[in-house]
């Protein structure tokens, strides 16, 4: 069979036991031991199973993200969280907007400490969203800042998404991680742009709070110093190469459940919840990561990618115009199935396209981790949305929608200055090395 | 009878999980301990990657039961609720065969690489820890997730049967 054709049919096999409920990584597994079987001998094809698991394992990078997992659980029990936005509300709660705007820096300093973007959003709807709706925010721009808020849980480095990337991707995690600070601050910028001017246009979507006296913006301060701690640990350790990812998220990790521990928060229930959640996440993403593994082993043997980058060169297709088609492509998908799976098993084809064009592998891994995000707040799958919509059953889906909207327009801004300047993604490595 | 083997099944691989991530923290307490030794006495800890290596990759694999077993895999569940609850639990039933399929060839390739590693010595490079036994607790991780898989197969199975309608995941009452 030509190997386009199997590769085509092997991508459509895969979206088909997707869409039959097969898990992510399940489906990639099947169709790359099927398709890899076919080829070269079944024996050969199910040892994959063993050899690309085992390669996956010795690599002691594999704990980040339990690690990661378990960081963000127990910087939530400690109520980490809360001390972030309630420092940020004292800081900045006193202006139009300001409530929503602390949201967004606190959701962006809460996911310096945890890594996800559904944790963000649940730990900040809980502890935001009350406190905007008892000013008298509108419910549009509050639950709106708290769902794009979220994906910042994932967009600050440390980020899970980065860490399965640069697992699947064979790039180093730190590299994704420094390249992921400039697009970060852009959001967190372009995000408080837009509420100011959503409050400019509509002054009563978020009125402004009382101003907080010294005493209690100190007393903010110092309550807000274990998570300023474990910031500095795991940012300035990672960035100031002090520690490897995987020692900072080991010290982030203890010093989470230390912090819990002396706040006399470390109950059983806590602790039992926190790692069944870990163990859980874990499993699900390393079964995703194993099948991606194993499908790129198929898509490597084929060389379609290699093939279809050659041809589109001698089309003379403008790289911009592929990268910009690419990820429409990724945002279609992702309304069909969501932009996580779209980029799990779309890479082993996509990659090395786009290298081949000479752009940098961590600077797509950025690309797709921005549109992953975008994929968090957008219809028909916006994860976020759904678990705010969880947390305020009252809040009708539309309202949410209604609120994200010009913070979906922000993020495209977003996406389009990444994509048109990469610099910003690959400056801060020529920098930090 | 069922129920309540799978109730108990789900505890014991339940306390599994919690047995995994304290092996993935007791990884992080080693690893603290040796960037300790390494920043303070500039002496560090002999052959600890060895063992982290081994107690994340038993971390790791004892994490699938659990995930299995409470069927937390990263998938999209949007179409077959649109089937109705027969074409549901049909395409569940479908989703839990291929996970059983998959789980079996890991127990089956791990078993290969067990005996495999057994049969040429091979070991970890500082401390040399035999790597047989490692896979071989791979095995058994992973028979547990299958056996998990099996248990839910006959759970989808026994409700295709008596056509049970959707659960409430499915039916927009639960969201989050």
Not at chain 1, 251 to 261: E, F
Not at chain 1, 405 to 430: A, C, E, K, Q
Not at chain 2, 133 to 149: D, I, K, S
Request: with cysteine; proline share 5%.
């Amino acid at each position: 069979m030509d190997p386009t054709i199997a590769v085509l049919l092997a991508l459509g096999g895969v979206f088909l036991l997707i869409a039959l409920h097969v898990p992510i990584g399940v489906a990639m597994a099947l169709v790359g031991v099927i398709g890899f079987g076919l080829m070269s001998g079944f024996l050969a094809a199910w040892s994959l199973l063993g050899t690309e698991a085992s390669s996956m394992l010795s690599n002691v990078d594999i704990g980040v993200i339990p690690l990661f997992f378990l960081m963000g659980s127990f910087a939530n029990a400690s109520g980490m969280a809360s001390d972030l936005y309630r420092l940020a509300s004292a800081l900045i709660g006193h202006r139009r907007g300001g409530l929503a705007a602390a949201t967004i820096l606190g959701c962006a300093a809460f996911g310096s400490i945890a890594g996800s973007s559904i944790a963000t959003t649940a730990t900040f709807g809980r502890i935001a969203l009350p406190q905007m709706r008892m000013r008298g925010y509108k419910a549009s721009l509050a639950s709106g800042s708290i769902a794009c808020g979220g994906t910042l849980g994932a967009m600050v480095p440390p980020s899970i998404i980065l860490v399965i990337y640069g697992l699947i991707s064979e790039q180093f995690i730190l590299k994704l991680f420094v390249a992921a600070v400039i697009p970060a601050a852009l959001a967190v910028v372009i995000y408080i742009l837009v509420i100011a001017l959503v409050v400019r246009r509509d002054p009563e979507a978020g009125p402004a709070a009382p101003r907080v006296n010294r005493a209690e913006l100190w007393q903010a301060f110092r309550d807000c110093q274990p998570a300023i701690l474990i910031f500095i640990i795991v940012s300035g350790g990672i960035y100031g190469g002090v520690f490897t990812v995987n020692e900072a998220a080991s010290i982030g990790a203890l010093a989470a459940i230390g912090v819990t521990a002396m706040r006399k928060r470390l109950t059983w229930p806590v602790l039992r919840q926190a790692f069944l959640e870990a163990a859980a996440s874990t499993a699900m993403i390393y079964m995703a990561i194993f099948g991606a593994s194993i499908m790129s082993y198929f898509i490597g043997l084929t060389q379609v990618a290699e093939t279809a980058a050659a041809a589109l060169q001698h089309l003379s297709v403008p790289p911009m115009l592929v990268i910009f088609l690419i990820v429409i492509g990724y945002l279609v998908l992702g309304s069909i199935f969501d932009e996580t799976a779209a980029m799990l098993v779309t890479l082993p084809f996509v990659l090395p396209v786009i290298v081949s064009y000479g752009y940098d592998p961590i600077w797509w891994g950025i690309i797709n981790l921005v549109v992953i995000n975008l994929g968090m707040i957008i219809p028909p799958i916006g994860l976020n949305v759904f678990v705010l919509q969880g947390l305020a059953k009252d809040l009708p889906l539309s309202v949410i929608y209604r609120g994200v909207t010009p913070f979906i327009i922000g993020d495209l801004v977003r996406l389009t200055l990444l994509i048109l300047f990469p610099g910003l993604s690959l400056w801060l490595l020529t920098v930090i090395k | 009878m069922l129920d309540r083997f799978q109730r108990l099944y789900l505890t014991f691989v339940e306390w599994l999980a919690l047995f995994a991530v304290g092996l993935v923290v007791l990884a992080a307490a080693l690893t603290l301990a040796d960037v300790v030794m390494r920043s303070v006495v500039r002496h560090p800890l002999f052959g600890t990657n060895d063992i982290i290596i081994v107690l994340l990759t038993i971390g790791i694999l004892a994490s699938f039961p659990y995930c299995t077993a409470t069927s937390q895999h990263l998938r999209v569940t949007a179409v077959g609720s649109r089937l109705g609850s027969s074409g549901f639990w049909l395409v569940e039933l479908f989703a839990g065969i291929a996970i059983l399929v998959i789980l079996g060839a890991f127990v089956w390739q791990f078993s290969l690489r067990a005996m495999m590693l057994a049969k040429t010595g091979e070991s970890s490079q500082l401390l040399s820890i035999p790597m047989a036994p490692v896979w071989w607790v791979g095995a058994a991780l992973m028979t547990a997730a299958a056996l998990a898989q099996c248990l839910l197969i006959v759970r989808d199975a026994a409700a295709l049967i008596s056509r049970k309608p959707l659960p409430p995941s499915q039916t927009g009452e639960s969201v989050a």
